[in-house]
Nanobody, 127 residues
């Protein structure tokens, strides 16, 4: 189990970029890591995931081509590069991790599969 701490959120204008970071308390090598987001009154929704085995990535349709998930295992850190931000991207963003070595890419968006979660970082995109 690892503790996760997100940072990098803020208030930006539409069309801008932000990079979120998620630092783990221990090694995340072999972990599957992901980002989810939640807006008030709604459940967390999948944004992006990266499975270490096979270097597999998965993205929600709403962010494909604009967001990029990456990781630096030497720093125990996961990143979410967000470009061309839209007001609809406004949400609290959460980092998640779990030891999943063979989960198919199509299932990586299931938040029930993730054991470890951060506290979230807020992103607000103004129009």
């Amino acid at each position: 189990q690892v503790q996760l701490v997100e940072s990098g959120g803020g208030l930006v204008q539409a069309g801008s970029s932000l990079r979120l970071s998620c630092v783990a308390s221990g090694s995340i090598t072999s972990y599957t890591v992901a980002w989810f987001r939640r807006t008030p009154g709604k459940e967390r929704r999948f944004v992006a995931a990266h499975r270490w085995t096979g270097d597999v990535t998965s993205y929600a349709d709403s962010v494909k081509g604009r967001f990029t998930i990456s990781r630096d295992n030497s720093k125990n850190t996961v990143y979410l590069q967000m470009d061309s931000l839209e007001p609809e991207d406004t949400a609290d963003y959460y980092c998640a991790a779990s030891r999943m070595l063979s989960t198919p890419a199509r299932n990586l968006g299931d938040m029930r599969l993730y054991r470890d979660w951060g506290q979230g970082t807020q992103v607000t995109v103004s129009s």
